[in-house]
């Protein structure tokens, strides 16, 4: 079982950053492949970004491909997401999710384990 906790989330304006991070408690965590999706208000969840366990293979929507990266710290059960340029279009609850499958990473339904999801605002 993991526990995930997302922070980092705020206000910024358009062409701006900001780094979520997501920290997730038990001692198994190296063996998730984790990912960060995001719901803007009236939309669907959708995928963002996903790495797998040993933080090599990573994978991408293509709207923040080039502006966001994923990366992970095993020794410090944490997912982080960078996020430069950013566009309104990218305002959404942000949530980071954990998975024991490390296969169809795009899909919501491979994830068991779900942080309670950090706000990003972008002003234009």
């Known amino acids: 079982q993991v526990q995930l906790v997302e922070s980092g989330g705020g206000l910024v304006q358009a062409g701006g950053s900001l780094r979520l991070s997501c920290a997730a408690s038990g001692r198994t965590f190296s063996s998730y492949a984790l990912g960060w999706f995001r719901q803007a208000p009236g939309k669907e969840r959708e995928f963002v970004a996903s790495?797998?366990?040993?933080?090599?293979?990573?994978y991408y929507a293509d709207s923040v491909k080039g502006r966001f990266t994923i990366s992970r710290d095993n020794a410090k059960n944490t997912v982080a997401l960078q996020m430069n340029s950013l566009k309104p279009e990218d305002t959404a609850i942000y949530y980071c999710?954990?998975?024991?499958?490390?296969?169809?990473?795009?899909?919501?339904?491979?994830?068991?384990?779900w942080g309670q999801g950090t706000q990003v605002t972008v002003s234009s």
């Open positions: 999710a954990a998975a024991t499958i490390y296969s169809s990473l795009g899909d919501a339904n491979t994830y068991h384990h």
């Open positions: 790495i797998n366990w040993d933080g090599i293979n990573t």
